[in-house]
């Protein structure tokens, strides 16, 4: 079967220069994702689900019956995506009548879920050829201190996700050193950034993330390492609301993993739409040696 992106709605809407580095670096890997047409919001896990479950069902099995349809497994590009799709996938799959059910409301608009298609983060199938990454890179990271932060959804639920240890992670770790860099350990490093919370309660959010942010501090590292666009949002959006609400003075880079292993491939600052970012990273990618002085 074929591998296929699965972009979800906030990287292509807001962070494009996210997906750029992604098709970028998996062409420079000879892995072979290509598009599927139709696909919509998965819907958010920490959404519709507490809504409407039936609705959120009927939306993820809609999204997973077009990869099956079209005979393609699924490459998300989002911790968030990934959770929901796995989820569905798992409840479906271990509830005949409620298949049945969604399956009849599919059925009106022509499609139907049968729960084959596999469903892989990104960083599953970067793991999955970690030799590969380490042939690519031209400039190796040495002496970079990366700060890599999970997020909630990447891990867990661990019976649904089946990936990688939820209280003592490796995956994204073990790829940063691949590319030469140090992947740093901090007591906080599996708790959640507070994105999720942000819209009820923005205090707790910020609270949530200066914690994070204080908890790196202790490290001595150089940069925020994320694979998920919310937790994104959160570091490149947030600790510029943390330093005025509390007079702290964070700085930190922030990076998708894509993006990393991009510019330890060698590409350039301009193509990959680094200067999108919020929180900016010229300064440090100039003196890291990882683009040219300009």
């Not at 073990?174 to 507070?194: F, H, Q, R, T, W």
């Not at 301009?270 to 200067?275: A, C, F, M, Y």
Request: net charge negative.
């Amino acid at each position: 079967m074929s591998n296929k992106y699965f972009l979800g709605c906030v990287i292509p809407a807001r962070f494009p220069f996210i997906e750029a580095s992604a098709r970028k670096m998996f062409d420079r890997l000879g892995i072979q994702i290509s598009d599927i047409d139709g696909a919509s919001c998965c819907p958010d896990p920490t959404g519709l689900e507490a809504l409407d479950h039936d609705a959120w069902l009927v939306l993820g099995t809609r999204n997973i019956s077009l990869y099956e349809q079209d005979g393609s497994n699924i490459i998300s590009m989002c911790n968030g995506c990934t959770e929901t799709l796995k989820w569905v996938q798992y409840e479906l799959n271990n509830n005949e009548s409620k298949k049945r059910e969604i399956n009849e409301i599919l059925k009106k608009n022509g499609k139907e879920y049968k729960g084959t298609a596999q469903i892989k983060h990104f960083a599953q199938v970067l793991y999955d050829h970690l030799d590969l990454i380490k042939e690519k890179v031209v400039k190796p990271m040495e002496g970079i201190r990366v700060a890599v932060h999970y997020g909630c959804h990447y891990m867990r639920p661990s019976s649904i996700i089946q990936w990688d240890d939820p209280f003592e992670p490796h995956t994204l770790d073990e790829i940063v050193n691949a590319l030469g860099a140090e992947s740093v350990d901090y007591d906080l490093k599996v708790e959640c950034c507070g994105n999720p919370v942000g819209k009820a309660d923005e205090k707790l959010s910020n609270a949530m993330l200066k914690d994070k942010l204080e908890s790196i501090s202790q490290t001595n590292a150089h940069c925020v390492m994320v694979v998920c666009p919310a937790c994104y949002q959160q570091y490149d959006f947030g600790q510029n609301a943390i330093n005025k609400e509390y007079g702290t003075n964070f700085n930190y880079p922030v990076f998708y993993l894509t993006e990393l292993i991009a510019l330890a491939m060698g590409f350039d600052f301009k193509e990959l739409g680094l200067r999108f970012h919020r929180m900016k990273v010229k300064p440090f990618l100039n003196q890291a040696g990882l683009i040219s002085q300009e």
